[in-house]
């Protein structure tokens, strides 16, 4: 292997330019948008607290917001590029890439105006398949016309090979770069900050892979001989173990299949993600090996080939029973909805796979990113399928605990508590996390209306709670140990921190047992009742004063939520009084354990302000 001398480096930047423009300027955008958002994170915590916060939320904000579309507009420019290419397109190409852009900035103009508060778990997993079916995308688009399926074989080879090789490089390159950087700082004594590591990550993995990833892709789409030359790695890789450890799987998985039959019983929910994990690696393993058996006469690659389908058949059946028991139980949501659409495609490329006498494995891609476009847009995506689902599910909650007739929800005679409790609430919190509360608004009466307008959406749960009378998902005096989890309604920046000379930035899980540098610092108490305000040294690490947190806790428990515990700004910010100061906390977000009805803190995130009592010496 050969590493790339500084002559190569800029030869190959300036190639790729030329060839990828697109793809290039997305780079270059997307990474100092990146190194710009460290700089600001660095700058956060260097003035004033409020201040300096609220500067970081709303620029970090739109510089995530571009590198979140340049990671898009990589794998999409480069397709675009590669498709007018094979086609010879010149004016056509420019259309193309201006079509790209277009798309990109409107796809970036739909996402919520504020990232960090409002991107839902809809936006994320949307995001997520969008950028899968991008890479898919490369992957085919020189040969959505009628090139051979050996070219298109080769051209993947050559795109996976880049993508491996560039990714060692980049980090061979950040490892000695990093060490080099290391050395100055101690043995000239200078201060390097920890960041700049990061940064010099950011830039070689942002810049310098995707030079070397253009610069080595495929200049050829048709080549005139191909017989499907494999080297030595992949032959032996495919050969000697992908091969086995798929049938390693294999093995296990009818195992346990025959164990089902024997034993007559359903199988276990985990197994339909083992038998996903499974497909993905066989059928990477079967693309890979797929024209081996041309090269190669051992019998082990042409029985892979031939069986491969035949043997993931029985597999599938087996994934759509496991998920079935699930989705009895529980309805569809997005991972079950994404979990049975995986069934049916690998169903589907069985059936094509086992029948079809042209074998071409262009409808692997193709296939599979229709399927996840299908699957983030239109009434059959995953989360319309799943809100209907669930809202079913709620519907037939509420009708048996008797809180729904005539077509409209209704409060219950009596407080329900236990586990039906529990499944209507988590039913709620299903529809607040996604932001589709709105889409319940007509089971409910003129007064509870202002419930979906509410921008805080646990406090929007725990309404509706009240209204319908429900009760703890556990009985009090309960002795089984659960979470309850802390959120703060937006706000608390506003807080008043007048005659607070100091502040810490609290984040007790990271404090915890990792104090290593002299100097005062605030950690929970072993029992989680109090906050402890020490100072380290080389010799010793002393209590300065504790502050009891157990009245706190136990005002922030009486709330008695199921899971969350939703905290206006007032309520989350609150005033601790010691022997040497006053704190004044400022809560962002938490965890309270309870067992036997005593509330303890997990641990607590925010901010602590600290008034030094002038009489404590």
Not at 112 to 136: C, G, I, K, N, W
Not at 257 to 280: D, R
Not at 334 to 344: A, K, Q, T, V, W
Request: with cysteine; hydrophobic share 45%; aromatic share 14%.
């Amino acid at each position: 292997m050969k590493f790339p001398s500084l002559s190569f480096l800029i030869s190959a930047f300036v190639g790729a330019w030329r060839r990828f423009p697109a793809t290039m300027g997305t780079a270059v955008v997307g990474t100092i948008a990146l190194l710009w958002g460290i700089q600001v994170d660095h700058v956060q915590y260097s003035g004033d607290a409020a201040t300096g916060d609220n500067y970081q939320m709303s620029l970090s904000d739109w510089l995530f917001r571009i590198w979140m579309l340049a990671q898009l507009g990589l794998p999409l420019f480069t397709g675009l590029t590669a498709l007018a290419e094979s086609r010879a397109w010149d004016l056509r190409r420019h259309l193309l890439l201006a079509g790209g852009l277009l798309a990109l900035v409107m796809y970036g103009w739909s996402l919520p105006a504020d990232l960090f508060e409002q991107f839902s778990q809809v936006d994320m997993t949307r995001y997520v398949v969008l950028l899968a079916v991008a890479h898919l995308f490369v992957a085919v688009a020189p040969y959505l016309n009628q090139l051979r399926i050996s070219d298109f074989w080769d051209y993947n080879r050559q795109l996976f090979a880049n993508v491996i090789i560039g990714a060692a490089y980049t980090f061979i390159l950040w490892g000695g770069l990093s060490l080099a950087l290391l050395s100055i700082g101690e043995l000239f004594n200078l201060h390097i900050a920890g960041e700049n590591y990061a940064r010099l990550f950011i830039l070689l993995a942002g810049i310098f892979s995707t030079v070397f990833f253009l610069h080595h892709f495929p200049a050829q789409y048709a080549q005139e001989e191909q017989d499907g030359d494999y080297s030595a790695v992949f032959k032996n890789l495919s050969k000697y173990i992908l091969i086995p450890i798929v049938t390693l799987y294999f093995l296990i998985l009818y195992a346990y299949s025959f164990k089902i039959l024997l034993s007559w019983e359903l199988p276990k929910g985990w197994v339909s993600s083992l038998i996903i994990g499974f497909s993905v690696a066989g059928i990477f393993t079967y693309l890979l090996n797929y024209l081996l058996p041309l090269q190669d006469d051992s019998a082990t690659p042409r029985v892979f080939r031939r069986w491969f389908w035949w043997a993931l058949l029985p597999m599938t059946i087996l994934l759509f029973v496991a998920l079935s028991r699930r989705v009895g139980d529980y309805g569809i949501t997005e991972p079950r909805y994404f979990g049975l659409l995986i069934g049916f495609w690998l169903l589907v490329c069985c059936g094509y796979f086992i029948y079809s006498k042209l074998d071409n494995i262009k409808f692997i891609p193709i296939s599979l990113g229709i399927l996840g476009l299908i699957s983030v847009f239109g009434p059959m995506s995953a989360f319309r399928v799943s809100a209907r689902s669930q809202a079913a599910v709620l519907k037939i909650l509420l009708i048996k605990n008797g809180r729904f007739a005539d077509g409209k929800a209704q409060p219950g005679k009596t407080v329900l508590q236990g586990d039906e409790s529990g499944r209507i609430t988590s039913e709620l919190s299903y529809f607040a996390d996604r932001k589709i509360l709105p889409d319940l608004e007509d089971w409910f009466p003129a007064p509870i209306d202002t419930v979906f307008k509410n921008p805080d959406k646990y406090k929007s749960v725990n309404d509706l709670q009240k209204w319908l009378n429900l009760g703890s998902a556990y009985e009090t005096g309960n002795d089984r140990e659960r979470q309850l989890w802390i959120r703060t309604n937006p706000g608390i920046e506003q807080a008043n921190i007048s005659g607070f000379s100091t502040y810490y930035r609290l984040q007790t899980r990271e404090t915890e047992n990792k104090v290593t540098k002299p100097g005062r610092y605030f950690r929970l108490s072993d029992s989680g009742t109090a906050f402890e305000w020490r100072e380290h040294s080389s010799k010793d690490d002393l209590l300065l004063d504790s502050f009891d947190l157990r009245p706190t806790l136990r005002t922030w428990y009486a709330k008695r939520p199921d899971y969350e515990i939703s905290l206006l700004p007032t309520e989350a910010t609150v005033d601790l009084v010691g022997k040497t100061a006053t704190l004044r906390l400022l809560i962002e977000d938490g965890q309270i354990l309870v067992n036997k009805d005593v509330p303890q803190a997990g641990f607590l995130n925010g901010y602590i302000f600290v008034r030094e009592n002038p009489k404590r010496r």
